[in-house]
């Protein structure tokens, strides 16, 4: 059973900074996709960043150059780092991970397995 479990998030001021973690258990294959995505009040889930396996990473246009994504395996673990948070930033964070491919997309609903989400707030 393939179990993620995000952390990291908290209230910060516009322009601040935070990383997000996303721990990854019961998956030992060498193949994926994980990616993280975030939903505000009212608005549909989107997608933010991917990864593979090969640390081929993706991003939403709006958001390359604020946010990175990086992995590190030894430790199973996803991170999201944010810069330059603005109040538009404000929502729940996910992340995600599709099993055993090597192209990753940004919909939401092309993932298997979802954490439970960590919340962002960004004050002005």
């Known amino acids: 059973q393939v179990q993620l479990v995000e952390s990291g998030g908290g209230s910060v001021q516009a322009g601040g900074s935070l990383r997000l973690s996303c721990a990854v258990s019961?998956?030992?294959?060498?193949?994926?996709?994980m990616a993280w995505f975030r939903q505000a009040p009212g608005k549909e889930r989107e997608g933010v960043a991917t990864?593979?396996?090969?640390?081929?990473?993706r991003y939403r246009d709006s958001m390359e150059g604020r946010f990175t994504v990086s992995q590190d395996n030894a430790k199973n673990t996803l991170y999201l780092q944010m810069h330059s948070l603005m109040p538009e930033d404000t929502a729940m964070y996910y992340c995600?991970?599709?099993?055993?491919?090597?192209?990753?997309?940004?919909?939401?609903?092309?993932?298997?397995?979802w954490g439970q989400g960590t919340q962002v707030t960004v004050s002005s």
């Open positions: 019961g998956y030992t294959n060498r193949r994926y996709c």
């Open positions: 990864i593979n396996s090969y640390r081929a990473t």
């Open positions: 995600a991970i599709r099993r055993d491919v090597d192209s990753c997309s940004l919909a939401s609903r092309w993932y298997t397995n």
